[in-house]
């Protein structure tokens, strides 16, 4: 009587914890914010194996309180143990295969697929098992019985040991091979540890049920009766609390990841625990003290432990408090050496990367207030943090999950790194600033060195070749002079002309530019008429080749800022390579527009176009494709275009694979 009591209150401790360890469990799977099909399946794992330990449970306290389990706690019991032992092969199978492919990223190899038989037969003879306690059938017992030659009141027992054995070592034998072999492969130390741990547990629960099923047939006897509750009620404790503890102390699957919620949890659980034990309190103690009484001494006592329940508290969400500070700080520290690089779009590409990393999020949009706008990185729901500077908004950090919100220690955390993104911005923008000034500068002096020299060698050869030219425009004016002389000085003049118009865009190039918002050039210019000064200058060339120049006019005034020249030159360039490019009998068109607050200059040839080759280099100093060219004219015109902050894109072929179009795009300036 005394070993039947105490395996009463065994298995009554047994399911308590179980049901809590899975209740637990269940909590912080429906609270986790990524939830995968391996979730899923570890979820519904869990509510099969607590809705086992809770008809457990509930059997062993109606058999405390009644003596004889009524008949509705009975169909309760009988339906959540049914649902518990129908399911709970497939889902635990299912769920070792699902975490299998996580971590192998492979299907089942075609020899382990025999592993799939073990728990389906263990499934069905539970349906079968089931479904006769449900019933109050004896199919099984009447066929077993019939092959044993005895009633089914002695077969029953026989049946049901014998399908709970073959159930039992079918639920578990997949599992135990599996996690030994998780355990072979795992490379962190805790998660070897947890899978060596469980896959000795299930080795030893089919041990287990591997003796009892020898018992039975070589004794001929049932096992002992006290051997299955211990075996039924106790075998899911373990799988449980263990999954529990490596899940809140390594964040095992990154569940253990919302503390917030864990502290809630724990709480209620707490609270409870100390309400169900006022209740049983005065259960207890009503021989002596009214029910009510019990309870409010109970409650009144709990003043007591405020103050140890307060400084357990506060040490727990200090150390709490800390680690997300550090984590906060640790990345700040990485986000501020990646902003010394002065490289303001890797250090956003960086930033969005790495706080999506360390919390676990499935995208992260940083959008600043200067920056060009960003289409979304991820589906899921949003939560938007403001980053400011002062008063003054600098952006938005914008970061995505897939569950219902943001655990409350992210949130604080994501609140308190947008506070110190600002600085690390401003950092960059400020090297990144430093370093351009530094680039034009050596730019410029570089530039000043080439001005020079081709300042020299204009100087140097200038003289001489007009002293050349006046003297070949003398002989040409000679009435006398041989037809075959005057031919040759008419060349020399035009070779003298050639080569003074290739000195004067080798000092175009070498000028020094001047950016716009230096303070030293901020005059406003009407682009569209500049575009058509430059097309009447040109006509007489453009008609002297037998080319079609034309130009469409204006929607209006165009100005931008800059300079004058600069913008000449930019067009000049253009509408001559489109010239020299076009064939006799072909067009050239100038087209102006304004868009997105910029004024748009298109020049487009009908000429054979640019190959793919060359397109990637046309824009290179000292590149050319003309047996005479000196490679500068695309040069000049982008660097031209610096002054103006504008920008040049060629296209081609335009159409029936000819022609070349450039399309040349200048703020527009506010005003007239």
């Known amino acids: 009587m005394l070993g039947s009591e105490a395996m009463t209150y065994f298995s009554l401790i047994a399911c308590t914890a179980g049901t809590l360890a899975y209740l637990f469990l269940i909590i ?91 728990p389906y037969v263990s499934a069905i003879l539970r349906i079968f098992l089931v479904a006769e306690r449900v019933t109050g059938s004896h199919l099984l017992a009447d066929v077993a019985g019939g092959l044993l030659d005895v009633g089914h009141s002695t077969a029953q027992p026989v049946v049901e040991t014998g399908i709970v054995v073959i159930g ?27 899978h060596f741990i469980l896959g000795a547990y299930f080795t030893a629960v089919l041990l287990a049920v591997g003796v009892l099923g020898l018992w039975f047939l070589e004794i001929g006897s049932l096992p002992p009766s006290v051997l299955l509750p211990i075996v039924e009620n106790s075998a899911p404790v373990l799988p449980g609390a263990l999954l529990l503890y490596f899940i809140l102390r390594h964040k095992f699957l990154q569940i253990g990841i919302q503390r917030n919620l864990v502290y809630t949890v724990s709480g209620a659980f707490l609270a409870l625990a100390y309400l169900t034990l006022a209740r049983r309190a005065s259960v207890w103690l009503e021989p002596y003290f009214p029910p009510e009484a019990t309870v409010g001494i109970l409650l009144f006592a709990l003043v007591f432990f405020f103050e140890p329940l307060q400084r357990m508290l506060r040490s727990v969400l200090q150390h709490a408090f800390r680690v997300e500070l550090e984590r906060v700080q640790r990345l700040t520290a990485e986000i501020g050496a990646e902003a010394r690089g002065g490289d303001l779009p890797k250090l956003v590409g960086f930033t969005e ?40 908004a600098l952006g938005t950090l914008e970061v995505f999950f897939p569950g219902a919100m943001l655990p409350g220690e992210t949130h604080a955390a994501l609140e308190f790194l947008a506070e110190q993104l600002p600085a690390p911005l401003e950092l960059c923008g400020a090297i990144e600033e430093k370093l ?28 001489p070749l007009s002293s050349i030219k006046t003297v070949m425009q003398v002989q040409l004016e000679n009435a006398a002079l041989p037809e075959t002389l005057r031919r040759d000085c008419a060349i020399v003049v035009e070779e003298i002309d050639r080569l003074a118009g290739k000195l004067q865009q080798l000092l175009q190039y070498a000028r020094p530019a001047v950016r716009r918002g230096s303070g030293i050039h901020a005059a406003r210019v009407d ?35 800059g300079p004058e020249d600069a913008l000449h030159d930019v067009l000049q360039n253009l509408v001559v390579n489109a010239l020299e490019a076009a064939e006799p009998g072909g067009s050239v068109g100038v087209a102006l527009a304004v868009a997105e607050a910029r004024a748009h200059i298109v020049v487009t040839d ?47 072929p335009v159409e029936n694979g000819r022609g070349a179009r450039f399309v040349v795009k200048i703020p527009i300036v506010a005003g007239t």
């Open 353 to 392: 990367r790495r706080i999506g990393e360390e919390f676990d999020l499935t995208g992260v949009r940083l959008v600043l207030s200067q920056g060009p706008p960003r289409l979304a990185v991820a589906v899921g729901k949003m939560d938007r943090f403001v980053l400011r500077k002062g008063r003054e």
């Open 527 to 561: 682009s569209a008429a500049v575009a058509a000064r430059v097309v009447e200058l040109l006509q007489n060339d453009a008609v002297r080749r037998g080319i079609a120049l034309r130009i469409d006019a204006a929607p209006g005034p165009m100005p931008v800022a």
């Open 168 to 194: 039992t070592a079918g639920t578990v034998l997949v599992p135990a091979i599996l996690q030994l072999s998780f355990w072979r492969r795992a490379g962190e130390r805790h998660s070897r540890t947890l």
């Open 606 to 652: 009908d000429g054979p176009g640019i190959s793919p080759e060359r397109l990637q280099k046309i824009f290179r100093p000292f590149y050319t494709s003309k047996p005479q060219g000196t490679g500068l004219g695309l040069a000049i015109v982008e660097r031209r275009l610096g002054e103006l902050e504008g920008s040049v894109e060629c296209v081609s």
């Open 28 to 118: 912080l799977l429906l609270g986790h914010r990524r939830p995968r099909r391996l979730e899923y399946l570890l979820f519904l794992t869990c509510l099969a194996a607590f809705l086992s330990e809770a008809g457990s449970l509930l059997a062993l306290n109606a058999r405390l309180h009644f003596g004889d389990v009524p008949p509705l706690s009975a169909a309760t019991v009988q339906t959540l143990s049914g649902l518990a032992l129908v399911t709970m092969p497939v889902l635990l199978f299912h769920l070792h295969a699902e975490y299998f492919h996580l971590i192998q990223s492979s299907r089942w190899p075609a020899w382990l697929c025999i592993l799939t038989l073990p």
């Open 436 to 463: 351009a000034l530094e680039r034009e500068l050596a730019e410029r002096e570089r530039m000043a060195l080439l001005g020079q020299m081709a300042a020299t060698i204009s100087h140097n050869l200038k003289n």
